[in-house]
Each structure stands twice: as structure tokens, then as C-alpha cells.
């Protein structure tokens, strides 16, 4: 297996959409192929693929299946056929925007088109471009985030914002990465990110399998840590910013920020154009909320009693004035965010 500086978690292959299979990892590797939207909506629902950039280009590969699949010879039912695959792919998760901003992008071309044979060749050229620009822009926002981080400093991450989380190389863990290319010393503390632990599961085995100095705490020690002065950044991906700066991302996000800032420690969230949505504020956003199982059984061992009644938010919302600065491919963005967001990602 190659590292994860050049893996990629979700791939075109020839009219069909490869991709890794992230529920069986770290204790089995291997890759899933699809050939129909339905399947990747059902993989994205289950969290085959997660993590916002990645389920953005999943979700406009999907339409791309759709597309490639359809025998609709007149435009009107070819795009209907589209729309149809689209809405299933859209009803799967709630909070990450990159899923409708990937769907919205491949809809665009069927509706632009003048042929079906037109529009499936511009969805299958979208769909490509759409996965290598997915790695360029994180290596762009890495080298960015980079310029923030010190020779010896201790990363504290949540979830998995890595290689896993996007196409390849990673937004947050991105940051890292650049940071370890340009020959600065990191460490990441890695909380396991109860109830899915996408931390032990994906961030560690990222982090191990790439050499890169880490460990793994439970996520009821970051508040200690800091206490200790073990932790001198910050760095989470997102899965929506609003427009007026508020930040969604994996459920512990939230107290990560409210502690950092209570050890006046800087808290960075890092993200692509496509995770920010400048039509919504925060109050206009669902945080999805996932079934019980996941939180009263741990990889399929119950550890609650029946009946215990059980909430599971799968995202947290941090409130703009816990953010230092953001992160992105076009650059830092500053507080006040409700005016640098608009002007640097319009
Ligand atoms: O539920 P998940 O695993 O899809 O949640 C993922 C996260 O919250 C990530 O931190 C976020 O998508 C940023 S990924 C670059």
C-alpha cells in the first residue's frame, strides 16, 4: 500500500467509483467497487466513505454513474434520470455542504448541456477534475496552514480530517503533512472520537502508517493535556462554515474550542472553498443525528443497558469568536470572519 502523502480514499475508474472501505479499517484494508448511484448513496450512509471533501466527490461520482448507466436518448429524461439519482444521494447526510456542493456541481453540466452524448462527457470530465483539483487544493490549503505551525509543536485534531477525509493528502492532517514535508518536527494528539472513533480508527492509522509522530488519548483527556501544556495548536477539518463564521464539524469539536480557548491555546479549523456556505447562517443548519447503536455498542460489543434512552449528535457547531483563524486553499482568514469569509471565498 502506498502512504497516505499520495493514497487516494475515492477514485474514477473507468465508469466506475473506487473507493475505500473505511469501516474496515485499521484491521483490514481493501477497496470497494461500484457501478450504480444507489451504491454509493448507501456507502456514504454508512460511512464506507465520510469525512465532507470525500463525500463531496463521492456524491458527484454517483450522478456520474447515473449518467454513464442511463439508455435515455432525449435530454429531458436523461436529466430527469439524474435528478432522480441525485435526490437519493442528497437525502443520505444532513451537515457536510461539500455533498450538495458536489451533486449541484455535476447537475450544472447535465443542464448546461445541449445532448445527452454531451452532457455524459461533460459529467465524466467534471468527475475527474473534480478529483484531482480535490488534492491540489488540500496541498494548497496544507502549505498555507503550514506557515502557522512551529518546528516541535503538539497538534491536537479531532475525528479524521486526513487523507481518509478527502479525496488524498487531507485538509487538517494536510496541515501536518506540509508542515513534516518542509521538515518541521509535529506531533498529533489524537482523541478516538467516541461514538464512531474516527480517531483511533483512521486518524491513527493514517499517522502510524506515515511515520508521522502521534498519540492516542480518550477524548475525556484533551481537557488535562492542555492543563499540562501538552498541546500548542488546534487543527480540525469542517464540515460546513456559515457565513457568519460559525464552524460545523465531528461532535467534540465544540469543547475542544471552548478549552482551547480557556489555555489560550489557537484554535484552527481547516477547510476547502467547498465546505463553506455562504447562503446560510448557523441557525439555518441540521446536525444530523445517528442512530443508538453506534453509542451503546463499541465495534458491535453492547456496553449499555437495553432500554437506556440515547442521543447521538454526529457534529457540534463552534461559534466564530472560539476560531483564531481559518485555515483554506485561497488563503488565512481573520476575525471578523463574517467579513473575510465573504471577501476571500466568493
Ligand atoms: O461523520 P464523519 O466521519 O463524516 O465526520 C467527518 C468530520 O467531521 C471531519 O472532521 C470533517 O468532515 C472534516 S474532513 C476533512
Known amino acids: ?163 481518509l477525509a478527502t479525496v488524498g493528502y487531507g485538509t487538517a492532517l494536510g496541515v501536518v503533512r506540509a508542515a513534516v514535508e518542509q521538515g518541521k518536527l509535529v506531533k498529533v494528539l489524537v482523541p478516538e472520537t467516541r461514538p464512531a472513533l474516527q480517531g483511533a480508527r483512521l486518524t491513527a492509522f493514517e499517522l502510524v502508517r506515515d511515520k508521522i509522530s502521534c498519540t492516542l488519548i480518550s477524548d475525556t483527556a484533551v481537557g488535562l493535556m492542555m492543563s499540562r501544556g501538552r498541546v500548542d495548536r488546534v487543527i480540525v477539518g469542517a464540515d460546513r462554515i456559515t457565513k457568519d463564521g460559525y464552524v460545523f464539524n465531528k461532535i467534540g469539536t465544540y469543547q475542544e474550542a471552548v478549552l482551547a480557548s480557556r489555555h489560550h491555546i489557537p484554535f484552527y479549523p481547516a477547510a476547502p472553498r467547498s465546505t463553506f456556505d455562504l447562503q446560510r447562517a448557523h441557525e439555518q443548519v441540521t446536525i444530523e443525528e445517528r442512530g443508538a447503536e453506534e453509542v451503546v455498542r463499541i465495534r458491535g460489543k453492547r456496553i449499555a443497558p437495553e432500554g437506556i434512552p440515547v442521543a447521538n449528535p454526529a457534529f457540534d457547531m463552534t461559534p466564530s469568536e472560539l476560531v483564531t483563524t481559518m485555515i483554506t486553499e485561497r488563503g488565512l482568514l481573520n476575525p471578523p470572519f463574517e467579513e473575510s469569509i465573504p471577501r476571500l471565498m466568493s
Do not use: H
Not at 467509483?17 to 483490514?28: C, E, K, S
Not at 461500484?34 to 465532507?52: L, N, S
Not at 435526490?87 to 448541456?113: C, E, H, Q, Y
Not at 516541535?152 to 486526513?162: K, P, R, S, W
Open 1 to 163: 500500500m502506498d502512504d497516505f502523502f499520495t493514497l487516494r480514499t475515492v477514485t474514477w475508474a473507468g465508469g466506475k467509483v473506487r473507493m475505500i472501505d473505511q469501516t474496515a479499517l485499521p484491521t483490514r484494508f481493501y477497496y470497494v467497487t461500484y457501478e450504480r448511484p444507489e451504491q454509493v448513496a448507501a456507502a456514504i450512509k454508512t460511512m464506507v466513505v465520510r469525512g465532507a471533501p470525500a463525500i463531496g466527490v463521492a456524491a458527484a461520482m454517483g450522478v456520474g454513474l447515473a449518467a454513464v448507466r442511463s439508455r435515455s436518448t432525449r435530454l429531458p429524461e436523461f436529466t430527469r434520470e439524474l435528478e432522480s439519482a441525485a435526490s437519493l444521494l442528497r437525502s443520505t447526510r444532513p451537515t457536510a455542504v461539500n455533498l450538495f456542493w458536489g451533486i449541484d456541481r455535476i447537475m450544472a453540466k447535465a443542464r448546461s448541456a445541449a445532448s445527452v452524448k454531451s452532457a455524459r462527457e461533460a459529467i465524466v470530465d467534471e468527475v475527474k477534475a473534480m478529483e484531482e483539483e480535490d488534492v491540489a487544493v488540500n496541498r494548497k490549503l496544507g502549505a498555507n496552514g503550514a506557515s502557522l505551525i512551529k518546528d516541535g509543536d503538539t497538534v491536537l485534531t479531532q475525528c479524521n480530517a486526513g487523507a
